[in-house]
């Protein structure tokens, strides 16, 4: 008996038309949610845990009264939210910036002025997770951090040999700079000069691998913020450009044709890497400003430290971690 008709349909399919609640929102409006969201976030985060921890960081922290100190601080956090918008990051994205950014003083609380592991612990979790949760809630996930998502280099993405071998390598990077620093002793020096420290005996007692222990984390940050989106970077061929011709090319085009000739991975990592030179330098300054005897030279100058750790680390990643085959602009 031939079955029926009925049974040999195909199974429904449900249409739904109801879009994600995130897709809903007008883009200004998630903006200024995940603004209002971090700042709420913070604020009740510290206020849930101050009576725990003690009073450390403003036993350091400046006493007199400085409008600047929280106007500078909201600032800094519509430039981070701003940009991180606008170049659509993600919450490992923002994440891993704020880590980053926030390594500097981190590692001058716990080296020079001997606050505790689980004040700075509770200090830089916060400071993740106040952006980097309402950013998951309002953005989804990038193609970059979704492993299945189709990408020319998924693979070294996905690679735990190259994951792990790329982050030690920034690790290390960090350890040699500021290894170095200290024993030629410019960094001690220069921060008696610009800073009211608290004790110089860690900083002497420091090691290799006490530093990298102290800076695994910002290694592993500079490596997610700076090496995969380069290498997860588009190639210019899926968008063709009309060939250079002198003749008829604007100033603009001449400059950029002379100057902005590198393949799109090398682009894509010198923009990351200026980003986040420019958010260290004016977080680390925002920070180190709040501390009692310090200057704006010595925000500064301390900054250009870790920066100088970057820029090293990019370098490496552009020389060593090149997956381009040809030279494609």
């Known amino acids: 008996m031939s079955p029926s008709p009925i049974t040999d349909r195909a199974p429904p399919t449900v249409v739904t038309n109801g879009a994600p609640l995130r897709s809903r929102l007008p883009r200004r409006l998630r903006v200024v ?4 969201l971090s700042l709420g976030i913070q604020s009740g985060l510290w206020s849930s845990i101050a009576p725990i921890l003690g009073n450390e960081l403003g036993a350091i922290s400046k006493t007199h009264d400085d409008l600047l ?3 500078a601080h909201l600032a800094y956090k519509v430039a981070i939210i701003g940009l991180g918008w606008s170049l659509d990051y993600d919450y490992i994205d923002i994440g891993a910036l704020t880590l980053i950014t ?3 003083f981190v590692y001058l609380l716990t080296t020079y002025y001997d606050v505790s592991l689980a004040t700075v612990a509770a200090f830089m979790n916060i400071e993740v997770i106040s952006i980097a949760l309402p950013t998951f809630l309002l953005r989804p996930q990038s193609k970059l951090h979704d492993p299945s998502a189709p990408l020319r280099n998924r693979f070294l993405l996905n690679s735990f040999q190259v994951q792990t071998s790329t982050s030690l390598l920034a690790v290390g990077v960090y350890v040699v700079v500021i290894w170095s620093a200290l024993k030629s002793g410019v960094l001690n020096t220069f921060l008696i000069v610009h800073f009211d420290v608290r004790t110089l005996e860690i900083a002497h007692a420091e090691t290799p691998i006490s530093i990298a222990w102290k800076t695994f984390m910002a290694g592993i940050a500079a490596k997610t913020f700076l090496l995969n989106p380069s290498i997860g970077a588009v190639s210019g061929s899926a968008t063709p450009v009309n060939p250079f011709d002198a003749a008829t090319a604007t100033l603009p085009e001449t400059v950029k044709h002379n100057v902005w000739f590198f393949s ?8 990351q890497t200026t980003i986040l030179s420019a958010f260290l330098l004016a977080n680390t300054i925002q920070r180190t400003l709040t501390l009692e005897g310090t200057d704006l030279v010595g925000g500064a100058g301390y900054a250009g430290v870790w920066i100088l750790a970057t820029v090293v680390c990019a370098g490496w990643w552009t020389w060593v971690g ?3 085959s040809d030279n494609e602009l």
Do not use: H, K, S
């Open 33 to 36: 949610i995940l603004f209002v």
């Open 69 to 71: 100190r929280p106007f």
């Open 102 to 104: 926030n390594a500097p």
């Open 264 to 271: 799109r991975r090398t682009r894509t990592l010198i923009q």
């Open 322 to 324: 090149d997956t381009e």
